[in-house]
């Protein structure tokens, strides 16, 4: 038996892949490795996404030697016939394919109205170069969403080796909205004001040719592996154990189905997600309202994010 063991053993270490850290990025490296989109938001948010200098100006973004903020504005009162609230939207300038990203946020967007997300996508072959959703969720809905969208001829089984309860099983952009093929995570401090309550957490993605992966762990918990929350150079995937979310590509061609991506950051307001379920996730009044007459109510509405380490 003790044989038996140590032969299992051998052969999941055999199995795991060696990762070691390939780019890092914290601080005020960000604006070195992403670019600014000052662009119409494509889910009709109330918002109006500046570049680079607007935002450092009117300080939407800045940063610490280990910090960098994110954030809407949350001190104008709008026009209801003039833009959106300003807000960011960025992308990196590098595009990935085989990888494991570790996202290290110390605190995300929360609010009524707010729809954050971190998220994969060639946008300009989207959706033939498909979409992964690392991190989404609307108007402080616990817990959040990682989801994939593709065209069409992508599903995912019921039947999966996670922690998270999976929707729809069909990817395609074109079922239900674009409402994509989603796990939803089993730990209700992944999202909104629960996950800043704890001090945030780390979101891995892992991608490779048989699956997307995706974890969750909070500040605090004791599973964290080690290699993840000091930054190691190297770490085994064996050590991240069970996802949050599976997506494994036994009816779905990774190949033809996902291209080269960037990773996108991103917080609109209302829009064709948070503005349409604002009143059935409990948010009283008019979403559009809330966005033009109350900034206050954005005040918690940024990303700070530690670091982001990628690994290949």
């Given at each position: 038996?003790?044989?038996?063991?140590?032969?299992?053993?051998l052969?999941a270490?055999?199995?795991?892949?060696l990762?070691?850290a390939?780019?890092?990025?914290v601080?005020?490296?960000?604006?070195?490795?992403?670019?600014?989109?000052?662009?119409?938001?494509?889910?009709?948010?109330r918002?109006n996404?500046?570049?680079?200098?607007?935002?450092?100006?009117?300080?939407?973004?800045?940063?610490?030697d280990?910090?960098?903020?994110?954030?809407?504005?949350?001190w104008?009162?709008?026009?209801?016939?003039?833009?959106?609230?300003?807000?960011v939207?960025?992308?990196s300038k590098?595009?990935?394919?085989?990888?494991?990203?570790v996202?290290?946020?110390?605190h995300?967007?929360?609010?009524?109205?707010?729809?954050?997300?971190?998220?994969?996508?060639?946008?300009?072959?989207?959706?033939?170069?498909?979409?992964?959703?690392?991190?989404?969720?609307?108007?402080?809905?616990?817990?959040d969403?990682?989801?994939?969208?593709?065209?069409a001829?992508?599903?995912?089984?019921?039947n999966r080796?996670?922690?998270?309860?999976?929707?729809?099983?069909?990817?395609?952009?074109?079922v239900?909205?674009n409402?994509?093929?989603?796990?939803?995570?089993?730990?209700g401090?992944?999202f909104?004001?629960?996950?800043?309550?704890?001090?945030?957490?780390?979101?891995?993605?892992?991608?490779?040719?048989?699956?997307?992966?995706?974890?969750?762990?909070?500040?605090?918990d004791?599973?964290?592996?080690?290699?993840?929350?000091?930054?190691?150079?190297?770490?085994?995937?064996?050590?991240?154990?069970e996802?949050?979310?599976?997506?494994?590509?036994?009816?779905c061609?990774?190949?033809?189905?996902?291209?080269?991506?960037?990773?996108?950051?991103?917080?609109?307001?209302c829009?064709d997600?948070?503005?349409?379920?604002?009143n059935?996730?409990?948010?009283p009044g008019?979403c559009?309202?809330?966005?033009?007459?109350n900034?206050s109510?954005?005040?918690?509405?940024?990303?700070?994010i530690?670091?982001?380490?990628?690994?290949t």
């Open positions: 038996m003790k044989y038996i063991a140590v032969l299992s053993s052969i270490l055999s199995s795991a892949k990762y070691s390939s780019e890092r990025y601080g005020n490296t960000f604006y070195d490795a992403f670019e600014f989109q000052a662009v119409s938001d494509p889910t009709h948010g918002v996404y500046v570049d680079m200098w607007t935002a450092q100006g009117r300080n939407l973004t800045f940063t610490t280990d910090t960098f903020i994110l954030r809407t504005d949350c104008s009162t709008l026009s209801p016939s003039g833009p959106g609230r300003d807000s939207r960025i992308q590098n595009l990935y394919k085989n990888h494991l990203a996202f290290n946020v110390r995300m967007p929360q609010g009524c109205g707010t729809w954050p997300a971190i998220w994969y996508a060639d946008v300009n072959n989207w959706p033939g170069a498909g979409e992964i959703d690392v991190l989404e969720g609307v108007n402080n809905v616990t817990p969403a990682s989801t994939l969208h593709t065209t001829g992508c599903t995912m089984p019921d080796g996670m922690f998270g309860s999976p929707t729809q099983s069909d990817c395609n952009h074109d239900n909205g409402a994509g093929c989603g796990v939803r995570m089993n730990n401090n992944s909104g004001p629960n996950f800043n309550a704890v001090g945030g957490g780390w979101f891995v993605m892992e991608r490779t040719d048989d699956a997307i992966r995706v974890w969750f762990w909070e500040r605090n004791p599973n964290v592996p080690a290699s993840i929350k000091n930054r190691q150079d190297s770490l085994l995937s064996e050590e991240l154990a996802p949050q979310a599976l997506f494994p590509n036994t009816n061609d990774f190949n033809s189905h996902f291209g080269p991506l960037r990773i996108i950051i991103n917080l609109t307001i829009g997600w948070a503005g349409s379920t604002f059935n996730d409990g948010c008019s559009i309202d809330l966005a033009n007459n900034p109510a954005f005040g918690e509405a940024y990303f700070d530690a670091s982001i380490d990628l690994y």
